[in-house]
């Protein structure tokens, strides 16, 4: 397995075909598809290749000092339970071991078998217009 940063020209194409492929993942659906290539391009990217077959990937935001904060974090069915998800995982703090790494958790069962500590949970701020006039 190889694991190394996105590459925009090389990758885009099998990770967003990867995306649509799975169940619950719309970020290659419109109208998600166009901002979503954007933000591939603009976090931190990382791709796993088994062969010449893209078969995992993570994107994470980082404040560049602190904090990282991993979003998304996927593997390819068949290619699951290969460690590769760990791999994603652990290149991120041999890249930045000064980094607080959190992740934004959708399965919280996988996160435990790798030994994470949960950490409060995450809210979605809800929108909605406030009158700063007194
Ligand atoms: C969750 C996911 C990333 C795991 O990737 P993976 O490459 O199959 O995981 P790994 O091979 O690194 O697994 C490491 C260990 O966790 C275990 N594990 C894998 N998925 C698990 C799950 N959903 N729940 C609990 N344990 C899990 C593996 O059995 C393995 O255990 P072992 O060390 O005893 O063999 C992958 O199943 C996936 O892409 N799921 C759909 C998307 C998703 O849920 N992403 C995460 C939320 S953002």
């Not at 990217?45 to 904090?67: E, F, H, I, K, P």
């Not at 071991?97 to 959190?102: G, K």
Request: proline share 3%; with cysteine; net charge negative.
């Amino acid at each position: 397995m190889t694991i190394r940063p996105y590459n925009k020209a090389l990758d885009e194409t099998s990770l967003m075909a990867m995306i649509k492929a799975e169940e619950g993942w719309d970020y290659a659906d419109e109208p998600h598809t166009e901002r979503y290539k954007q933000a591939l391009d603009t976090s931190i990217t990382y791709v796993a290749y088994m062969d010449n077959d893209l078969c995992g990937y993570s994107r994470s935001l980082s404040d560049g000092y602190l904090y990282l904060f991993v979003c998304d974090l996927l593997v390819m069915p068949a290619f699951r339970g290969r460690d590769i998800g760990r791999g994603l995982m652990e290149c991120l703090y041999q890249d930045y071991p000064d980094f607080t790494a959190y992740v934004m958790s959708g399965v919280d069962e996988y996160y435990e078998k790798l030994e994470y500590k949960k950490e409060g949970s995450i809210f979605e701020v809800k929108k909605r217009t406030i009158n700063h006039k007194k």
